[in-house]
């Protein structure tokens, strides 16, 4: 049971907190239950198959940076679609991508992808910018959406492939308040 949960919180978390943030009720694995299905299959082939590769993280981050790149997109175009306006394409865009991984971290207590140096949302940040550029230069639909998941690929990509992170923050310690006046 918790292989089915992770993968649907993960699967679908992203999309219905864009769908809610939208307006767009019901959520859309509502709508179609085959996104829950979707989900429920992964959580049981990868119950079953997870031992027979040597390295599952690895394999496990490498299909997150692809399913990372494809929905930062998708949702970009929703976001795009529902407002017109390019900053919620973008936010939703990441969004999309990044809220069930986030929640999947959370709820299994892991730490959160938020507080590690790692490239992540920014990838999808700069796929879903990439995309909502193209689009609103009039390029085709497949064109635009190439150029993002290709952009947000590179990055989470990048990053994985050659270890590329963010500083981490280096907090200094603060003044005494009878200091300040």
């Keep these: 049971m918790g292989f089915l949960f992770f993968a649907a919180v993960t699967g679908i978390g992203g999309g219905t907190l864009r769908d809610i943030i939208l307006g767009r009720v019901p959520v859309f694995w509502v709508v179609n239950p085959t996104y829950v299905i979707i989900c429920a299959i992964v959580g049981v082939l990868f119950f079953f198959t997870a031992h027979l590769f040597e390295s599952?993280?690895?394999?496990?981050?490498?299909?997150?940076?692809?399913?990372?790149s494809a929905y930062c997109v998708m949702g970009a175009a929703k976001g795009m679609a529902a407002t017109g306006s390019p900053t919620v394409a973008i936010v939703t865009?990441?969004?999309?991508?990044?809220?069930?991984?986030?929640?999947?971290?959370?709820?299994?207590?892991?730490?959160?992808?938020?507080?590690?140096?790692?490239?992540?949302?920014?990838?999808?940040?700069?796929?879903?910018?990439?995309?909502?550029?193209?689009?609103?230069?009039?390029?085709?639909?497949?064109?635009?959406?190439?150029?993002?998941?290709?952009?947000?690929f590179a990055v989470r990509g990048g990053a994985l492939w050659f270890g590329w992170t963010f500083p981490t923050y280096h907090h200094k310690p603060g003044r005494h308040p009878d200091d300040v006046m």
């Design 56 to 68: 599952r993280y690895r394999l496990l981050i490498w299909l997150d940076a692809v399913g990372l």
């Design 93 to 152: 865009g990441a969004l999309t991508a990044t809220f069930g991984g986030i929640l999947r971290d959370l709820l299994a207590n892991e730490p959160s992808v938020l507080l590690r140096p790692e490239i992540y949302v920014t990838a999808a940040i700069v796929g879903a910018g990439v995309f909502t550029a193209a689009n609103t230069t009039m390029l085709p639909l497949y064109i635009s959406a190439g150029l993002g998941v290709a952009a947000a």
